[in-house]
Every structure is written in C-alpha cells, then in structure tokens.
C-alpha cells in the first residue's frame, strides 16, 4: 500500500543563518491515520508542515502525496490543508468568506460555493455563526471555524500547527475528541503539531518526537511511553516522564556511564532501601514521591491512602524487568 | 487634568488654529476698493462677494480648476495604488530583500528635492513632456514620497503573516492577495496616505512652476500666486484666492474624515 503521505530524508536550511530547521527525516502517514509530531520549541515541527502544504521547498529530500513527489505541485493544488496556529482567520471576511475564501478565488460559482460552505459548517456547527466577523466568535468557534475552511476543498491531508494551544484547558479536551474523529473521517490523515506530549498521545495513531530538526523516535504512543529510544524521550514524554538515573545509584549491574530509566509506577515503596522523600505532589487519586536518589530526584507513583510527608525516609526498590538502560554518551536504548 | 481645564485646552487649540482661517473667509468678503482694515477685522461692516468676481476677471479660475482636478484626480489615485502595491510587495520580501528596499526608500527620503530639478527638467525636456500636465503627475509613478511606500508598509506589516500563507494555500494570486486580504484591513491608511498625496498634489507650486510654464497647463497654486503682487486694498481678492485653494481639500477631508479617524486598521491587527 502507498502511504497517504511520506517524507523521505527530508531537509531544510534556513536561506538567511544556515542551519538546518530540519535535517534528513524519514516518516510515513496512512490514510485514515493521524501523526502527531512533538517536540520543544524549535525543533523543527512547524517547518514539517510547511514542507509538507509546499509553503516552503525542501533543501534536501522528498515529500510524496499518494507516492507521487509533490515538488512539482503548488501549494494550492496539494490535497493538502492547513490550520495555522491562532488559526489566520481573515478579520474582515464574515465566517462565510472565510469559509468560502478559497472556492471563491477559484472561482466557483456563487450556488455551489453555497451550498459547499453550509455543508461543511454544518459538519463542524458553525451553521449558526456564518454572518458573524471573527472578533465575534469565541475561541472554540474560531477554531472550529479555521478547520472548516481546511475541509472545504475536502483535503486528503490535513495539517494542524497547535490546534487547541489557544483554547482554554475544558474546552481543549472537548475539542481534542472532536477534532481525533473528524480528523480520521473518510479515510483522510493528519499531520498534528504540538509542543504538548499528552495531547501527542491522545490524538496520535503514531506520534514524532522531534528534537533540533532531528527525529528521535516514531512510535505508536504505547511504545513510547514503554520503550523510550532515547534518554531525550524518555525525559520528555510520559507525566510524570522517566526518572533518570546513573546505573551505580540504583546498583544496577552496567557500565558507569549507563543511565537507568524507570517509570514512576515501576518503583515500588514499602520495600528495599531507604530514601529520603524531597517532594509530594498529590494528583487526586494518587501521589507522586520524588526520592532523593544520590542528589538526583527518583520519581514514584503511590496510592493517596499512603501518608507520606517531605522530609521523612521511605522503602523503595525499582522493578528491574522494567527499567530501561540508555547509553550516557549517545542517550541511545541499550538493548 | 481636570475635564475642565482640558476642555478649556481644547477651546484655546481650536481658536489657534481656526483663527487664521476664519480670518481668511471674513477678509474675503471685504468689499473691494477700502483701505486695508487697521487690525484684525473678525467680519467687514459690510461683506460682499465682489472679491471674487474680481479674482475671476484676474485669473482664468475655471482653467486653473480644470489642471489641478486633472492633476489631483490622476495622480492621488496613481499614488494610492503604487504606494499600496509597494507596501504589500514589501511585506511579501524574503528578510534581505526587504532590508535593502527599506534602506534604500529610507535612503531616498533623505535626498533634498532641489538635487532633482535640474536632472528631472532635462529628463521632461529630453521627452518633450516640459508645459505639459506630465511633469506634475509624474511623481505619483513614484508613489509622490518614499513616506507614503513606508506608510503603507507599515499598514501591511501588521497583518499576520499567516493571514497571507492562508491566502497563498487557498490558491489567491498576489493580486488576490493584495485586493481581498491586504486592502479592506488597511483603509484608515490608505485613506492617509490619500491625503498626503492630496495635499502635495492640489498645492504642488514648485514642480508647476518648473516645469509647467506655459499658459494653458497652469494650476491652481501658479496662478493664484501671481496675486501676490496686487497691492493692499486689493488683499480681499488674495483672500478670495486662498478660499478657492483651501476649499476643495476641506470637502474631502469631511468626505474621508470618518475612514481616517476610525481604528480598522487596528482592529483587524490585534485579532489574531
């Protein structure tokens, strides 16, 4: 099967400084499916999008649309469409000719350019909004007003730089199912930019992290919450993320610069050896211990129920079938 | 300030600047033939048009007219659309490009006019456009002033640039662009920069007299100053020459004013 959307060692450098936004990334989108792409700041997960709608030209490598390389399509003619972060709505255009901008630079008529703007903002109810300016709308309607004008053109590949990073915390888990479906509906496929890896993991089939323009895992999210493959994801991804540790401080058996990589629900406090408790943060129905460990912070996930207080020593031992060693030199998985 | 001093304030600004005006108007209805009035006159015991049927004998008014509404009404437009063109170009540079343009419109701003004449009247001469309407609207090609390219930059700047991404992505041409996205959330400047251009347009006296010498393609601001040399009990006709300039530009500031004065252009900026 061709992937629906495929970049093969894809690059860019920015024309002005010189470095690389984006350097030798290999990833595959299929149809029906969404891929989040994560990573901090900077790291090169806006410039994929671009690539991607053709607003920029890759330096090196491919982007392939249904197999076929897209650096000779414009923008434009790409099954391509983009929701930009804080969404470029048009301010003054009503949400109808913002809906409608597209269909009316290329000169559709003016009934089917109806009655394709009421279907969409039908699907995505913003049917009742259509006279009203953007300044008007709230957050969630612009939002919701941004991905119509996406669907319009009836996209194969939507692409969405921080869908939800305006809307307030409630309304973003709202938004984020909405979106998961409409995203995956008849078979289309997503590209999903967020800084933020809790919203990776929720919406991605498969999600990206991305680090200085460089890819440091694709996995599904359970892999990556599992199998971190560097010590930058492991640190990144997860909430809590991965403790790390040296091996020595957990006696570990494995070279001095090994880095030993435990999840907070892998340390289990009743038995083993003692540690002095730095830190408590409770999170409703559970707690999080962080364990001074050595000068470093061992973070471990128990039960409310367990009285625990900063300052007092606890038992606490990791499972040792679930740690994960990670190379000091290189934050490589060991395997 | 308390609101009273502030209005206070306002009364004395408004008299200040009204006053000179006003006494413009009421001189004009000075009735012709009396010795100039002793000190300020706020309105003649005895007003009466005949200042201006007089200006008419002196002057061919109607031809003076006629150039510079041909001259305005070319050239304010023409500035209009190479200045908006400009600004919007400017903002679609990539960063060096756009440095250099700004350094350069920068550069020219600061070159004094007089450096022109001599280069600019061989150049009419030369293309046998000297005593011809040309030589007056022939700024406007340039956008009338560098500001006027910078104004309307400015404008455009603060459009997001996503709004102009979201607008390539959806297929709109540059012209597109410019027409449905760039312009409607610029009005307030654009209707600025309207004025500017009106205002060097409707009172250009040293391009007319440089190079627009010959009877028939005078404009107002040349054949109203050879008024100058009338003597003292004939300043009502000077004053009636003032009116005539000063009117057109006071009917289309009441006509723009409302554009002008209204936060669009801001309103549209700080939505995104």
């Not at chain 1, 290999?26 to 991607?52: D, I």
């Not at chain 1, 919701?144 to 888990?173: I, K, Q, T």
């Not at chain 2, 903002?91 to 490009?97: K, N």
């Amino acid at each position: 099967m061709t992937s629906r959307l495929a970049v093969e060692g894809l690059g860019h450098r920015h024309a002005g400084s010189g470095t690389w936004a984006l350097r030798d990334l290999t990833l595959a989108v299929e149809p029906g499916q969404v891929l989040a792409v994560v990573g901090p700041s900077g790291s090169g997960k806006t410039t994929l999008l671009r690539l991607v709608c053709g607003l920029l030209r890759p330096t090196e490598g491919r982007v392939l649309l249904d197999g076929v390389d897209a650096a000779a399509v414009p923008p434009e003619r790409r099954p391509v469409a983009m929701v930009f972060q804080g969404y470029a709505l048009f301010p003054h255009l009503t949400v109808r000719d913002n809906i409608a901008f597209g269909l009316a630079v290329r000169r559709v008529p003016r009934a089917q350019r109806r009655a394709r703007v009421d279907e969409v903002a039908a699907t995505l109810r913003v049917d009742g909004l259509l006279d009203r300016l953007p300044v008007e709308l709230s957050g969630g309607e612009r939002q919701r007003v941004a991905l119509a004008r996406a669907l319009v053109r009836d996209p194969r590949v939507f692409c969405l730089d921080e869908p939800l990073s305006s809307l307030d915390p409630v309304l973003r888990v709202e938004a984020r199912r909405a979106l998961s479906a409409l995203l995956r509906a008849d078979g289309r496929s997503a590209v999903y930019v967020t800084h933020d890896q809790a919203e990776a993991t929720t919406v991605g089939d498969q999600v990206a992290v991305l680090r200085e323009g460089q890819l440091e895992q694709v996995a599904t999210p359970r892999e990556l919450y599992a199998r971190p493959a560097t010590s930058f994801v492991a640190r990144f991804v997860g909430t809590p993320p991965m403790s790390l540790l040296p091996a020595a401080a957990l006696d570990v058996p494995a070279r001095a610069d090994v880095l030993v990589g435990v999840r907070a629900e892998d340390v289990h406090v009743g038995a083993g050896k003692p540690y002095v408790v730095r830190e408590v943060e409770e999170h409703g129905h559970e707690q999080l211990l962080a364990l001074d460990v050595g000068g470093i912070d061992l973070v471990a996930r128990v039960p409310l129920v367990m009285n625990v207080r900063v300052g007092e020593t606890v038992l606490a031992q990791v499972n040792p079938v679930r740690i994960r060693l990670y190379d000091g030199a290189t934050g490589r998985l060991l395997p | 300030m308390t609101r009273g001093a502030g209005t206070a304030v306002r009364v004395v600004l408004l008299v200040v600047l009204l006053l000179p005006a006003a006494l413009i108007v009421t001189g004009s209805l000075r009735r012709l033939g009396l010795p100039a009035p002793s000190g300020l006159e706020l309105l003649p015991a005895d007003p009466s048009l005949s200042s201006y049927r007089d200006l008419a004998q002196r002057v061919p008014v109607g031809l003076l007219l006629r150039n510079s509404l041909v001259v305005t009404g070319i050239a304010v437009p023409l500035t209009l659309l190479v200045a908006s063109w400009a600004g919007f170009a400017l903002t679609q540079l990539g960063e060096r490009q756009r440095r250099f343009a700004l350094g350069a419109a920068i550069t020219l701003l600061l070159v004094p006019l007089p450096m022109l004449w001599v280069a600019r009247f061989v150049l009419y001469l030369r293309l046998g456009l000297l005593d011809t309407l040309v030589p007056l609207i022939a700024p406007a090609l340039a956008a009338t002033t560098p500001f006027t390219v910078l104004l309307a930059y400015r404008a455009f700047r603060r459009i997001p640039a996503t709004q102009w991404e979201a607008a390539r992505l959806e297929g709109a041409s540059a012209w597109q662009t410019w027409r449905r996205i760039g312009l409607p959330q610029v009005k307030a400047t654009t209707t600025a920069i309207a004025a500017i251009a009106f205002v060097f347009h409707w009172g250009n006296y040293l391009d007319a007299l440089l190079y627009a010498q010959y009877e028939d393609v005078r404009t107002l601001p040349v054949g109203l100053a050879e008024l100058i040399e009338l003597d003292a009990s004939d300043q009502p006709v000077v004053f009636a020459a003032a009116v005539l300039l000063a009117l057109p530009a006071l009917l289309g500031l009441l006509v723009v004013q409302r554009t002008l004065l209204s936060t669009t252009d801001r309103a549209a900026a700080d939505m995104d």
